[in-house]
Structures are given as C-alpha cells and as structure tokens.
T-cell receptor
Framework: RKEVEQDPGPFNVPEGATVAFNCTYSNSASQSFFWYRQDCRKEPKLLMSVYSSGNEDGRFTAQLNRASQYISLLIRDSKLSDSATYLCVVIDRNTDKLIFGTGTRLQVFP | DARVTQTPRHKVTEMGQEVTMRCQPILGHNTVFWYRQTMMQGLELLAYFRNRAPLDDSGMPKDRFSAEMPDATLATLKIQPSEPRDSAVYFC?????????????FGPGTRLTVL
C-alpha cells in the first residue's frame, strides 16, 4: 500500500462546478501537508499548504482530518485553467521527506 | 524571479551510456531533492541534501545512480550505465528547510529516454 493514496481520476467537470478531491495517508508521523498542482509536461508547483484548522485561498479550500488521516481539496467555480493534476503531499516528521501521492487528474470542460 | 534550473531539458541516449543531469538550486536554499517521475510510479524521491550533505539516498539504485553537490550552486545526478527502465522525467527541487517544514520549488525537469 502506498503511503499517500489518491484517486487518479480523471474528474471531468463543467466550468462553474464544484469538485473535491480526497487523499489518505498511512503514516501517523506525517506532520505537514500540501497540495501541489502539475500541468501536463510541466513541473509540480505548490498550490497551498494544509493547516489543521482548514484554510482557504480564493476558490480553493483545503482541510485536514488527522483522526481519519485524510486531507481534501475543494475547488469552487471551476475554470478551464484549473485543468491539471493535483498532487497530495505529506512530510514525514521523522525524516523531513516529502511523500507525494500519484495525483488526481482534473479536466474542466466548457 | 528566482527559479531552479536544470540541464539538459531533454536527453536521448543508448543503453549503457553515462548520463549526467545538472541542477542549479535557488540561491539561499539549503535543501536539494532529486525526484523521478513515471506514469506508473508517480513522483519518487531519489536523494536529498541539506546544506550540501547527503541525507537520504535510499530511493536510488546504488549500483548505477549517484548524486552529488560539489558546491552550493550545483547538484548532479549521474546514471552509469543507463538502462531503458531509467527513462523518466527527473526533477530537481530546492527549498529552505525551517523547523521541519519545507516548501519545495521544482525545476522544469530533464526528460530522459534510454533506447
């Protein structure tokens, strides 16, 4: 079983829709959490950190559930430009290593 | 706009040849990471350095891969001899590690094809 698991998708949604992705992690020593975005044939880029209390950045909301060991990303009012792969990332407290999920692909259509 | 740079961007080589990939981290960053990405495995951490010291290379096939940081502005990843299964995109990332949190900035990657 992978340390960080995501539904690979693809999630195909129309513009304006709300879409949510979940990610589960198995290592209870995980201490920090992020969402990265990766466009086709490009490098991953940090989208947002995920804080215990949940946090919002414009149309994006991230939440963390430590008890159930999952994090989520909600995108409201989807834009065509949101089409990308979203990578869930956790940092292992013991090693400081970033562990990436394999990503969830989002395709927003007109 | 500071960026991580990687060279070459693309490399096609024949099995058995040596491949060297280079990375220039963002000035002032104290951690450097090498990742490999394939469709099947996603992003895999190969090695990482903090303050130029290698901290973990457990993700790297030791018999053929080596990673070094000869100075703070250059990290290298070498494969010798290369094999077709090494075909992947190799990303370098750098970051500033403070209190155990580490935001990483990725370079554009080296797309390696081993024939």
């Amino acid at each position: 079983r992978k340390e960080v698991e995501q539904d690979p998708g693809p999630f195909n949604v129309p513009e304006g829709a709300t879409v949510a992705f979940n990610c589960t992690y198995s290592n209870s020593a995980s201490q920090s959490f992020f969402w990265y975005r990766q466009d086709c044939r490009k490098e991953p880029k940090l989208l947002m950190s995920v804080y215990s209390s949940g946090n919002e950045d414009g149309r994006f909301t991230a939440q963390l559930n430590r008890a159930s060991q999952y994090i989520s990303l909600l995108i409201r009012d989807s834009k065509l430009s949101d089409s990308a792969t979203y990578l869930c990332v956790v940092i292992d407290r013991n090693t400081d290593k970033l562990i990436f999920g394999t990503g969830t692909r989002l395709q927003v259509f007109p | 706009d500071a960026r991580v740079t990687q060279t070459p961007r693309h490399k096609v080589t024949e099995m058995g040849q040596e491949v060297t990939m280079r990375c220039q981290p963002i000035l002032g960053h104290n951690t450097v990471f090498w990742y490999r990405q394939t469709m099947m495995q996603g992003l895999e951490l190969l090695a990482y350095f903090r303050n130029r010291a290698p901290l973990d290379d457990s993700g790297m096939p030791k018999d053929r891969f080596s990673a070094e940081m000869p100075d703070a502005t250059l990290a290298t990843l070498k494969i010798q001899p290369s094999e077709p299964r090494d075909s992947a995109v190799y990303f370098c990332a750098s970051g500033l590690s403070v209190m155990g949190t580490d935001t990483q900035y990725f370079g554009p990657g080296t797309r390696l094809t081993v024939l």
